[in-house]
Nanobody, 119 residues
Framework: QVRLVESGGGLVQPGGSLRLSCAAS????????MAWYRQAPGKQRELVAS???????NIADSVKGRFTISSDNAKKMVFLQMNSLKTEDTATYYC?????????????WGQGTQVTVSS
């Protein structure tokens, strides 16, 4: 069973920084894709940033220049460095991966970590 555990969320003032971490565990042959999504109250879940096993990254325009995604493939971890945070970044942040398990690929989600940007 694949499990994702996020950490690093919290309350921060506008302009501050946070670093989210996500650790994947369980039986999987490989991880092809890792990403961070977020969902604010009353809004749809949106992709924030993603990174492939080949280290290609994609960053949403709304956070480009402020957020950076990185991964440690050996440790099966993905990180989201968030700088210059704004109140509109307030949301629950979810880690997601696409992993090969016994042949086919499956998508897995973490439980989410709350990020609140407020003065």
């Amino acid at each position: 069973q694949v499990r994702l555990v996020e950490s690093g969320g919290g309350l921060v003032q506008p302009g501050g920084s946070l670093r989210l971490s996500c650790a994947a565990s369980g039986s999987m042959s490989s991880i092809n894709f890792m990403a961070w999504y977020r969902q604010a109250p009353g809004k749809q879940r949106e992709l924030v940033a993603s990174i492939t096993s080949g280290s290609s990254t994609n960053i949403a325009d709304s956070v480009k220049g402020r957020f950076t995604i990185s991964s440690d493939n050996a440790k099966k971890m993905v990180f989201l460095q968030m700088n210059s945070l704004k109140t509109e970044d307030t949301a629950t942040y979810y880690c997601a991966i696409v992993a090969v398990v016994g042949g086919p690929s499956f998508q897995y989600w973490g439980q989410g970590t709350q990020v609140t940007v407020s003065s």
